[in-house]
């Protein structure tokens, strides 16, 4: 399934580029449409220019740094994806070894069933740990006063964490999707997703067109 021609296709026309400077893509917008959710899943592909630099992919949070959904790079290559830090129901899930290799696309998901997220790497469900777990069925359970998302960065009491590398084909849904279709989308565009696929679908950027093309939200 990693073959390079198959993960050619699923990465599409393009990635987007991110500096570990200054870049990053808003998705402020989305957060009105998960605030009653609780169940979903959250996928990308990301490649990391270094795949031990501790840098954040994606992330929801508040001007105070406190993170809804945070996915990151560790420095150790791990994984970690962490649920309303500074709040009150709360978890932190990491991978128990690396999934990360500099300069390699690797496809990320997490899925949340309404007990317990579960991470999976290019498709395949890993081994995890959860270092947090004041109440790991949580999910979006606490949108006041969350006013920031961004692909490539986080939002932090002295700047920014930023990201260094590649990121394409960003999905958010609603709703739980199982190992056979996690590993059915990540094979493909967005175009090339089927009506059931899209089904539940609250949001996608695919980040594979020219960074001067607009889009609108």
């Not at 959710?37 to 001007?63: C, H, Q, R």
């Amino acid at each position: 399934d990693n073959a390079p021609t198959v993960q050619a296709d699923a990465i599409g026309a393009g990635s987007a580029l991110f500096d570990g400077v200054d870049d990053y893509v808003d998705i402020t917008g989305v957060i009105s449409s998960l605030s009653s959710a609780t169940t979903g899943t959250i996928m990308a592909w990301v490649k990391p220019v270094s795949g031990t630099t501790e840098e954040y992919i994606l992330n929801f949070g508040d001007a105070n740094a406190n993170e809804l959904i945070g996915f990151k790079v560790m420095g150790d290559g791990d994984l970690l994806v962490q649920e309303n830090i500074g709040g009150t129901g709360q978890w932190q899930v990491r991978t128990d070894s690396a999934a990360f290799s500099s300069g390699v696309w690797t496809h990320v998901a997490l899925t949340q069933d309404g007990t317990e997220p579960v991470l999976y790497i290019d498709g395949i469900a890993v081994a995890q740990t959860f270092t947090v777990t004041t109440d790991k069925t949580v999910w979006f359970d606490d949108t006041s006063g969350l006013d920031d998302g961004r692909i490539g960065a986080k939002l932090a009491n002295s700047g920014y964490d930023w990201f260094t590398g590649n990121i394409c084909q960003v999905g958010i849904w609603d709703a739980v999707l199982d190992q056979e279709q996690i590993q059915s989308i990540m094979e493909k565009t967005y175009e090339e997703l089927t009506a059931s696929e899209k089904t539940n679908l609250v949001s996608y950027w695919a980040l594979d067109v020219d960074g001067s093309d607009s889009h609108g939200d």
